[in-house]
Structures are given as C-alpha cells and as structure tokens.
C-alpha cells in the first residue's frame, strides 16, 4: 500500500461528505432569501437552463422547490429597494452549481483511481514480465482534492457573505443588526466566528499540488503532494460545515423576527430541526455547544430535509 491508496479513500470520504454539505447549503441559500425577501426570478429555470451547466440548474432547482409554498419571496416593494438582490442571493446557484460540477469531475477520479492498479510491480502474465513503473503515482487524486478544497472553501466564502447581509441595515429589509428582538449582541459577535472560520478554510483551499519536494536521493524527485491535498480537503469541509452552522443559527433568529406564517413549508422543517438543536435567542449565551450539535448534524445528515 501507498500514499496514493490513502488519499484516494479519504478523497471519497470528503466527496461524499462535499456533496452533502451542498445540498445543505441550498436549503440555507433558499431560507436566506426567503428572510431577506428575495426575488424569486434569480432561481428561474430559464436563466439556469440558459448557462448550461448542470450543477447550476441542479442547485437552482434545489433552491426553487425549498421555496415552493413562500409568501415572503418577492414580498419586498417597498420604495428606494435595490433594484438586484446581491450576488451572495442572486448567485447562490451559480457557486455552489460550481462546486457540484467541480464533484462530479472528483468522483470521476476517485472511481477510476479505486479501480486501478496503483502500485508496483505489475505482472504482465501475457507477455511474462515484471514492470516497475509509476502508477503509484496520485498526481490525478491529488488535482481533484485541491479543485475539492477550493470548491468547498468558495462555498463558505458565500455563506459567510450571506451572514453578513442579513446583519447589514442598508440591505436586510428591516431586521435589526443582531438580528434578536432584545437588547444586546445576539448573533453578531458570530458573524465575526463566521468570518474567521472562511478565512482558515480560504487558507487552507491553496494548492498542495505545486509544493512538490525531492526525497531519498533524488528518487521520489517529484511527488504529488495528494495525502496533504486530501488532509486539507477534509478539514475545509469541516470548516464549511462550520460557517453552515453559525450561518444557521443566524438565519433562525431572523426568520423568528419575520411571519412565520408566511415561511415556506420547507423552511419550517428547516427551522424545527434547527431549533431543537439552537433555540431562537432570548437573551445573550453561549453558542459553542449549539454550533457543535448542528455541525454534527449536517454531517451525519440528520440535519435537512431530504
């Protein structure tokens, strides 16, 4: 065995985790605009069918039925509103329809990498030799786990943006700034945990690829640097997951300030799985027990309606 049979299955570990997180995150996408009164024409299917991508017409399709039954989309009319939701809502689709295509080129790999044969020697019965070649060699697992890594870690980089707005008075349709119906912090101190967390997962996204290091006499003079590439790959991940959480928390205690009446039924399932986990602010407390809880969640899928 080599390193390239150990980031193959940590890789696949991380790939179906990635896909996962994603469709998590179009759920949280769908309740962001939903609480920021978003327009509903961003996720038509024409635009997406238009761009031709598949993972942007999947994830835009994804967001539009989690929508289906909302009387808070397109609700906000009011004079001096911006003409555009910002790219953090209007292009949710377009970036994690990113990431989703950017998966399914990885899982292309990582199938045929488990499929191969990666190491030596090789007994080639037909001709009655005995090769030593370089299949051992994961310079393929190790490109798909650094595209891996950035894709997650552009998909936090959204999250965390849409946190944002929603404690931004110029643009968040009237919800307070700590988005609590008390006085004090509520979530806004998380924000800056949000922020930190997709800075670390941004850092961690740099490729492992080009750092290649000549060992053992100038043997292994170019290595693929794919063990670390899939060791940082899982990490960003778990940071994504992260950023998810906070943003979470964030988007129930907004959605508590608005009708709930007028939520869709999938944010409401939503928001009860949420919400036995993070119970809408009352007053100032602790929040790392309640992001640990839906971090564990979103990881074992016991999180989102599916």
Not at 35 to 55: C, D, E
Not at 217 to 232: H, I, P, R, T, Y
Not at 276 to 297: E, G, I, M, N
Request: overall charge neutral; glycine content about 6%.
């Amino acid at each position: 065995m080599n390193g390239t049979a150990v980031m193959t299955a940590i890789g696949a570990i991380g790939a179906v985790r990635l896909e996962h997180a994603l469709a998590a995150c179009e759920s949280a996408a769908a309740l962001a605009a939903e609480v920021m009164f978003g327009r509903s024409q961003a996720f038509a299917p024409i635009a997406h069918q238009l761009k031709h991508h598949p993972g942007q017409i999947a994830s835009a399709g994804a967001i539009r039925s989690a929508l289906a039954g909302s009387r808070l989309i397109d609700s906000g009319k009011h004079e001096g509103r911006i003409i555009q939701d910002p790219y953090s809502i209007r292009c949710a689709p377009h970036v994690i329809g990113a990431a989703r295509d950017s998966l399914t080129w990885v899982r292309q790999v990582l199938h045929r990498e488990l499929n191969s044969v990666n190491d030596n020697p090789i007994v080639d019965l037909e001709n009655g030799e005995t090769l030593f070649a370089g299949n051992f060699y994961g310079g393929h697992v190790a490109l798909a786990m650094d595209l891996l890594k950035i894709a997650a870690a552009s998909v936090a980089d959204l999250l965390d943006r849409q946190f944002a707005l929603l404690l931004d008075a110029r643009l968040n349709e009237g919800l307070p700034e700590t988005l609590v119906a008390y006085e004090g912090c509520g979530v806004k101190a998380l924000q800056i945990t949000s922020s930190a967390l997709t800075a670390l997962a941004t850092q961690r996204s740099a490729p492992d690829t080009v750092l290649s290091r000549p060992t053992e006499a100038n043997n292994q003079d170019k290595v693929s640097m794919g063990l670390n590439a899939a060791l940082n790959a899982a990490e960003v991940i778990t940071l994504l997951q992260q950023v998810l959480s906070a943003l979470l928390v964030a988007l129930s205690n907004a959605a508590a300030l608005r009708d709930p009446a007028r939520l869709s039924a999938g944010a409401v399932r939503l928001l009860e799985a949420v919400r036995a986990r993070s119970p809408v602010l009352t007053a100032d407390r602790r929040l790392d027990h309640d992001l640990r809880q839906l971090t564990q969640a979103i990881d074992a899928r016991a999180l989102f309606p599916r």
